[in-house]
């Protein structure tokens, strides 16, 4: 806020600037937080592969930004659909297996 602003300018000002400046400091408080939410994922991830057990597999980072936004309707409907045909492909696996052990007995 300038000097003409704080002296000349209309009373509200003021309240707006500081308004302005909590949110400013919330938005950073929340990036920091979320920042220290990949480095702890980061972290947990390195510690687990290097004391895993040998033949274990081994965790994976996160593939995909953490979302801070909600899903759009369209957004939300093909994520449904896609763990949909997930889900579709994992029980038609399942079944092709079982037919496949009950061919060899």
Request: glycine letters at 4%; a neutral charge.
């Given at each position: 806020?300038?000097?003409?602003?704080?002296?000349?300018?209309?009373?509200?000002?003021?309240?707006?600037?500081?308004?302005?400046?909590?949110?400013?400091?919330?938005?950073?408080?929340?990036?920091?937080?979320?920042?220290?939410?990949?480095?702890?994922n980061a972290v947990?991830?390195?510690?687990?592969?290097?004391?895993?057990?040998?033949?274990?597999?081994?965790?994976?980072?996160?593939?995909?930004?953490?979302?801070?936004?909600?899903?759009?309707?369209?957004?939300?409907?093909?994520?449904?659909?896609?763990?949909?045909?997930?889900?579709?492909?994992?029980?038609?696996?399942?079944?092709?297996?079982?037919?496949?052990?009950?061919?060899?007995?």
């Amino acid at each position: 806020m300038t000097h003409s602003e704080y002296w000349d300018g209309d009373n509200w000002l003021v309240e707006a600037y500081r308004k302005k400046h909590s949110l400013d400091i919330e938005s950073r408080n929340q990036e920091l937080w979320l920042q220290g939410l990949y480095i702890h994922n980061a972290v947990g991830v390195s510690l687990a592969n290097a004391f895993a057990k040998k033949g274990k597999q081994p965790q994976k980072y996160i593939e995909k930004p953490i979302r801070l936004t909600p899903m759009s309707p369209e957004e939300k409907a093909a994520y449904a659909e896609q763990e949909r045909q997930k889900t579709i492909a994992f029980f038609t696996s399942m079944e092709n297996d079982w037919k496949r052990k009950e061919a060899q007995q």
